[in-house]
């Protein structure tokens, strides 16, 4: 599932759910796999898609696990999509909630990608929501943490701009 769910990020939407079909029908009794690891990566993929309502849609069977380990993907990666899909729907308030519970949770999820980048997320939604004085602490928090990043990774690179805009305005 773990491939499947990074083959979902990156945009290769068949491959993934052909992955999570067979898993799906390899386990249909499993709860883990039935109402957590394969909805993520299919709400993954909907995200890539740019349908934020059918990821969150997705998703809602997942709450319950939120702050389950799997021995597949833990990290509160279905928070984290979930997140990311409200953004991209426009619900800043919803996806901070989202955001939070990964911060509120660092055990779960710093040692992972999630846990820095759900900074500059939760950034993000805090800007939407209109709270600069916020959105500015979550920047410049994510920012420290990656301060010894690659320079030009793309994600950092647009988070030294957005917090740039912000601190102008």
Same mark, same amino acid.
């Given at each position: 599932?773990?491939? +499947?769910?990074?083959?979902?990020? $990156? ?19 499993? !709860?883990?796999? &039935?109402?957590?690891?394969?909805? !993520? ?15 969150? @849609? ?12 799997? &021995? ?16 991209? $729907?426009?619900?800043?308030? $919803?996806? +901070? ?13 710093? %040692? ?5 980048? !759900?900074?500059?997320?939760? %950034?993000? @939604? ?8 916020? @959105?500015?602490? $979550? ?18 690179? =647009?988070?030294? +701009?957005?917090? @740039? =805009?912000?601190?102008?305005?």
């Amino acid at each position: 599932m773990v491939l +499947a769910l990074s083959l979902a990020r $990156s945009g290769r939407a068949d491959e993934a759910n052909r992955l999570a079909d067979e898993v799906s029908q390899e386990a249909p009794l499993d !709860t883990m796999v &039935q109402k957590y690891l394969v909805p !993520t990566v299919r709400a993954a993929v909907k995200l890539q898609q740019h349908d934020p309502d059918a990821a969150i @849609a997705l998703l809602r069977e997942t709450v319950p696990y939120d702050l389950t380990f799997t &021995q597949s993907f833990d990290y509160l990666y279905p928070a984290y999509i979930r997140g990311l899909a409200y953004l991209e $729907s426009g619900d800043g308030r $919803s996806a +901070a909630v989202e955001f939070q519970k990964l911060i509120d949770n660092p055990g779960l999820c710093w %040692g992972y990608i999630t846990g820095p980048l !759900t900074r500059l997320q939760l %950034g993000r @939604a805090a800007r939407m929501m209109g709270d600069d004085a916020s @959105a500015r602490e $979550s920047y410049e928090e994510f920012l420290t943490i990656w301060k010894d990043a690659d320079h030009d990774l793309p994600i950092y690179l =647009q988070a030294k +701009a957005e917090y @740039a =805009q912000l601190k102008k305005s």
